[in-house]
């Protein structure tokens, strides 16, 4: 059941609101290897299927997906939900990559907001929110906090054409208590 909203504006957030992201995104050979070698990332784990084989006696049968196609996956599936209105990013940080992702692993995400903060700009305000991203299995490989600037409904709404329309973001839970989605 997607719940997504094209209007997801700061007002619409509050801290607490926990989000769990409807769609799963599976990791291809293709994406680890584009990613591994247009950054030129030179440890074979991530391209050399012989290598990784031999490795810790055999452990591994296939090549551990790059860490940073793992998080771009992750908060790339958080962004409909929480930056869709996003002006910008302003950083990601602790960020933890806690178990491997091989290719045909699925990777889903869910998006915790722990903070909303005036900024210097009237137009908008400073979300942050944790991110988790998780095998299909349940395992955790990931988390990191993101901050975004995003538009205030106040001052973008009309030339959004949203006028007409109040918030409908959708949350699975607010202050802990469930509200479904």
Not at 18 to 38: I, P, Q, Y
Not at 73 to 89: C, F, H, K, P, W
Not at 133 to 157: F, I, M, N, P
Request: glycine residues 10%; proline residues 2%.
């Amino acid at each position: 059941m997607a719940y997504t909203s094209d209007d997801s504006y700061w007002e619409d957030f509050a801290v607490g609101d926990v989000h769990e992201h409807v769609r799963g995104r599976t990791v291809s050979n293709e994406d680890n290897l584009a990613v591994t070698h247009s950054t030129l990332n030179t440890a074979q784990g991530h391209f050399n299927l012989d290598y990784m084989r031999g490795l810790m006696g055999g452990i591994f049968e296939e090549r551990l997906v790059m860490g940073a196609v793992n998080l771009a996956i992750i908060v790339g599936l958080t962004s409909e939900d929480m930056s869709e209105n996003a002006i910008r990013d302003v950083g990601m940080t602790e960020i933890r990559l806690k178990n491997p992702v091989y290719r045909d692993d699925t990777l889903y995400a869910s998006s915790e907001v722990v903070a909303l903060t005036e900024s210097d700009r009237p137009d908008a305000g400073l979300m942050t929110y944790r991110f988790t991203g998780r095998k299909a299995d349940g395992t955790e490989v990931a988390t990191g906090l993101r901050t975004v600037l995003v538009k205030r409904r106040s001052h973008w709404a009309e030339k959004d054409g949203n006028s007409d329309r109040p918030g409908n973001l959708k949350v699975i839970t607010r202050g802990g208590v469930d509200v479904g989605a």
